[in-house]
């Protein structure tokens, strides 16, 4: 029997190994680990602590006013806007801009938009049907291994650090010269 860490490590592993662009994720293949803006590894490791221990508090104010099962929908939304603040967090690094982005847990029940530029926030726009199948893919795979729980933490951080990762990796994967190379390529 598995204990919870490396429960979390197959899901994350999962998640982000779908995430790759190769002949077995046609669907879900986001990922061509082509940095156009590669983040030093020290800068990179960095975001990422920051970032999960951002994520820790916010799946805790979740699981404080839960009282049913969360449900696959709204963990999807909540994918998506750690997608989208993670992108845009990674985003202010490349550019050297100052980093006041914030995990609201309210605010992805709401309408928001990242602090980008319009031409970055199409490429996110692009990029949701791969994201959102890269989430339910990953949500199908905590389900049908029982992975999932009353707590959380067991199973909803791993899935926004999925997230997390693909956030980050494809904000460095951006040509932020070319506002329309991830049209043509997300859409086929």
């Not at 293949?29 to 920051?50: I, P, Y």
């Not at 309210?106 to 049907?129: C, M, N, R, W």
């Amino acid at each position: 029997m598995m204990d919870i860490k490396e429960i979390q490590k197959e899901i994350v592993q999962y998640g982000v190994n779908i995430s790759y662009c190769n002949i077995d994720n046609l669907e879900t293949g986001l990922l061509t680990m082509d940095r156009f803006n590669e983040l030093e590894k020290v800068q990179m490791l960095a975001l990422a602590q920051e970032t999960e221990s951002i994520l820790r508090q916010f799946v805790s104010a979740f699981e404080e006013h839960t009282t049913n099962k969360f449900e696959g929908y709204d963990a999807g939304i909540l994918f998506q806007y750690v997608f989208d603040k993670v992108v845009e967090v990674t985003y202010k690094a490349i550019i050297d801009a100052e980093i006041d982005t914030q995990f609201i847990p309210s605010e992805p029940f709401e309408y928001h938009e990242p602090d980008l530029p319009e031409y970055i926030q199409l490429k996110i726009t692009y990029a949701v049907g791969k994201v959102g199948q890269i989430c339910c893919r990953t949500i199908d795979f905590i389900d049908k291994n029982d992975y999932r729980t009353d707590n959380l933490n067991d199973w909803l951080l791993p899935l926004l650090v999925v997230a997390t990762y693909i956030g980050m990796e494809f904000a460095q994967e951006m040509d932020l010269d070319d506002d329309g190379e991830m049209e043509v390529y997300l859409n086929s």
